[in-house]
């Protein structure tokens, strides 16, 4: 039965009613929120009743848009219960947030002997900038461990918290897994030792009541996107005192007191931080997000934790499936594995039911790398989703995990039928050709695969790698009398089917005839253009690449 929240509030976003939507089930808002119609509304306004530039000149127009400019900055600072709206910078997401404040910290924080501490969890957004940062201050980067599930250690990430530790940046959520952090006692700890905290509160201010005063934070980051707002804007928190001290990011216009050719002053903060003209249409936009999600924060609370137990009960009775993270301690997001099956493959036979999830490491490759996989399937729910969206995922699962562990069965392949001159004697390809839908072309693609001749792992090296690809693929290629002869291998099915029909097309050729093979051109021949995602098609062009680079060693013009 669905709650009455979600009757009442998925109406607000426009995507749903819209006739031009492919996408039937979005379960992949942890990636990027559908919009608001009042975000919408807003920033056309914007565009087209109200362009003006802020802060710079006086007409009545631009006083207008500046004043609501403002405003929205104090709509911000209610929204995370900030002391002051000057404490609010504006910024293009939380990617630059933190670079914002790593780069000052870096001219004058640290100092020899200080260690940085991070999470396992971390986004890549939070990891890869203070990794920086001690390799050229020679600092040290400590890591708060996880457990066998991915749920955060705290008695041992405390226990790294000590005298040398400058600075804490931790996830308030982990977007990889929902897992929602201790953040409280971390801050707590760092305190006590006065170092620095920084909270990457993207994947959290949507879901939970955020009160940085509370937290006593010292920084907290979010975007605008992942809130139902607009791409492109971001909030950077911060101590008042704290950003006095920090140098500008940026330096031009708006920024600056006072210029002269003997030197320059700069705005106290928050303009301080906001060279050049801003992305107005933006500001406005992700205040009224957070408008928003303040009027309806219970009855959105209340339907997500609805949705999140009906996922964890339809995944839990799916016996292949295992699930990460945290159950009890999360937002409405679940990554999950399947035993015995790409979650690549899987990506693609969901998509092909117009659902939308997420799959591979999620930005977050340490933790992957912690938990023994090379990423998950994960679903993220937001208010707009309703019961009926989990249903309809679910019977979608079962039906993708048994077309891709059930054998595939062979089309009959019509002899007469033949595609051209180069395919004359290319089965594989013929199959294909014959397929008479989506499911019945991945199949034979599944069963091209189980023909591969697949590389042994003592090949599988950083040279034989594929770049570019959406799952990891290898390839050797070899010349035998003149003739090219390919070997690979990936972990999915569906791409060693697509390597079987690409090496069908390109083996026992000579490297001058493999230099002529246009991929575009035979996968259109095939009808297989249509069944892949750009993202695939561009890791198919990186495999036929390196057999092209092989090659044109061995072409007649190099041996001449």
Known sequence: MQSKSSNILRQYFPFFASPNTRTSVYLDSAATSQKLQSVI???????????????????QLAASVTEQFEQSRTTIQHFIGANSHKEIVWTKGATESINLVASGLA???????????????????????????????????KVMPVD???????????ALIDSTTALVAVGHVSNALGNINPILEIINKAKKVRALTLIDGTQAVS??????????????VFSGHKMFGPTGIGVLYGKYALLEQLPPYQLGGEMIEKVSFAGTTFQPPPLKFEAGTPNIAGVLGIAVAAEFIQQ??????????????????????????????????????????????????????????????RVGHHCAMPLMHALGIDGTIRVSLAVYNNHSDIETFAAALIECISL???PATEVEVNPNLYLDEQTISAPLALSIKQAKSWDQTYRQLMLAGKGLDRLQDQFKTDNSAVHGCESQ???????????????????????????????????????????????????????????????????????????????????????G
């Not at 991070?118 to 001690?134: D, F, K, R, T, Y």
């Not at 939970?208 to 010292?218: G, I, K, R, T």
């Open 473 to 559: 693929v290898w390839i050797r290629c070899l010349i035998q009398d003149n003739k090219l002869m390919i070997a690979g291998d990936s972990a999915s099915k569906i791409v060693r089917g697509l390597l079987a029909v690409i090496f069908e097309a390109l083996s026992g050729k000579t490297p001058d005839q493999v230099l002529t093979f246009n991929l575009a051109d035979y996968l259109d021949t095939l009808h297989l253009g249509k069944h892949l995602s750009q993202s695939r098609g561009n890791g198919l062009s990186a495999v036929v690449d390196k057999i092209f680079e092989f090659c044109r060693l061995h072409s007649s013009d190099q041996q």
């Open 296 to 357: 309806n924060r219970t009855a959105m609370f209340e339907h997500e934790h609805d949705l999140y137990q009906q996922l964890l009960g339809t995944l839990s009775a799916i016996p292949q499936v295992k699930l990460w993270g945290d159950r009890v301690n999360s937002i409405c997001v679940q990554s999950f594995t399947v035993q015995g099956v790409s979650h690549y493959d899987l990506a693609v036979l969901l998509d092909k039911h117009n659902i939308a999830v």
């Open 207 to 220: 879901h939970l009541a955020v009160n940085v005063q509370q937290l006593d934070c010292d920084f907290y």
């Open 404 to 406: 891709l562990t059930e």
């Open 148 to 158: 066998a599930a991915g749920v955060l250690k705290l008695e041992e990430s405390l």
């Open 41 to 59: 509304d807003v920033t056309q306004q914007y565009y087209q009743e109200r362009t003006a530039n802020v802060h710079r000149s006086s007409h």
């Open 107 to 141: 001219k004058s924080h640290f100092k020899s002997g200080d260690s940085i501490l991070i999470s396992a969890l971390e986004h890549h957004s939070n990891i890869v900038p203070w990794q920086q940062i001690a390799e050229t201050h020679e600092l040290l980067l």
